[in-house]
């Protein structure tokens, strides 16, 4: 069964947050919501979030997929933790999928990951970092880096990390299921 970890810290944007780990689980895919510190955590917009452990207790566990919700302050503490820096550097270098949306895609800059690469995110995020290929789509792929541009794009953004993890059929099952 395939495993994709989600990271939510203080100020994350919850909508997208919990349509990824919704979508994600409605494929069957095992997802640990995991945050940054232990007990429930205040999204960007005031929504109280409680993970389901916390990054200390599952940063030496193995995942598929790492995926970062953006949001301020959440992407400024995702950025600044050095635990999140060296995991999603550690995932690269396995071949594993790294995920970003929204302004949190300006983690992986930070990272080093995305330089030369292609990426999309909310507007300016990435504005600093003069090495990414900017896109202005809704959804970038270059190699196993996924990133989004914001909490609109969200749903669309959850089900390409069901098709990559579990195939075109599983993501048109889930996506027939949201009645869209």
């Known amino acids: 069964m395939k495993t994709a970890l989600v990271l939510f810290a203080d100020g994350s ?3 997208e947050a919990v349509t990824i780990v919704n979508i994600l689980r409605r494929a069957g895919i095992t997802v640990t919501l995991a945050g940054l510190s232990a007990g429930a955590l205040r999204g960007s917009r005031g929504v109280t979030i409680v993970p389901d452990t916390t990054l200390d207790a599952v940063l030496h566990d193995s995942f598929d997929m790492i995926v ?3 949001g301020q ?4 503490h995702l950025q600044a933790d050095a635990r999140v820096l060296k995991l999603v550097q550690q995932m690269v270098g396995l071949g594993r999928y790294v995920a970003a949306i929204c302004a949190a895609p300006s983690v ?4 080093g990951l995305l330089d030369g690469k292609r990426a999309t995110c909310f507007p300016t995020c990435l504005d600093n970092f003069p090495d990414v290929d900017l896109q202005t789509t809704a959804i970038v792929e270059d190699g196993k880096i996924i990133t989004s541009r914001g909490p ?21 099952e889930v996506e027939a299921g949201l009645v869209r």
């Open 108 to 111: 992986l800059a930070s990272a």
């Open 73 to 76: 302050p959440g992407t400024r």
């Open 13 to 15: 944007e919850e909508l």
């Open 152 to 172: 609109g794009t969200a749903m669309d953004f959850a089900l390409i990390l069901v098709e990559r993890l579990a195939g075109y059929a599983k993501r048109n």
């Open 68 to 70: 970062l919700p953006g």
